[in-house]
């Protein structure tokens, strides 16, 4: 029986691109909201709103720019891709976080909570895909 050489595939790579842009597309609308809230004053701590202004903004702008590098084939989309992730999954911590705190105990929505869980989902999915070995063979990190 003869042995088959290794031959790469597109579909980590493809799977990288959708899961990161489900995850910039996630975040977005959130940061874009946030600039509505700044000047209400109902905020009950504003350098918490631009604490999550910045950890959303941060994670849509690598998560996003991550797919277009990973499309245009630059070694350079992998790790910037799995950034995007990583900040995914500190998004959620964070949240975690601070509705543990008995000021915010009550401030999460089944909304929120549906976006935690999705974050989590292709956060980790997009993180996996970025980081395989045919990703890295399509990017040229693996040549």
Not at 63 to 79: D, E, F, I, W
Not at 80 to 102: D, F, K, M, Q
Request: charged share 10%; aromatic share 6%.
């Amino acid at each position: 029986m003869e042995q088959t050489q290794y031959r790469p595939s597109r579909v980590s790579t493809v799977l990288a691109v959708v899961f990161g842009g489900l995850v910039g597309l996630l975040c977005l609308p959130v940061f874009v909201s946030v600039f509505g809230v700044l000047g209400d004053v109902l905020v009950l701590n504003p350098l918490l709103v631009t604490l999550f202004a910045a950890l959303y903004g941060a994670c849509a702008g690598f998560s996003l720019t991550g797919c277009v590098l990973l499309l245009q084939r630059k070694p350079a989309g992998v790790r910037v891709s799995s950034i995007g992730s990583v900040l995914a999954l500190v998004i959620v911590l964070t949240e975690l976080v601070v509705n543990a705190l008995p000021e915010y105990a009550g401030s999460t929505t089944p909304a929120d909570s549906q976006r935690a869980g999705m974050l989590v989902l292709f956060g980790v999915l997009a993180l996996v895909q970025a980081r395989r070995r045919d990703t890295r063979h399509w990017v040229g990190l693996d040549a």
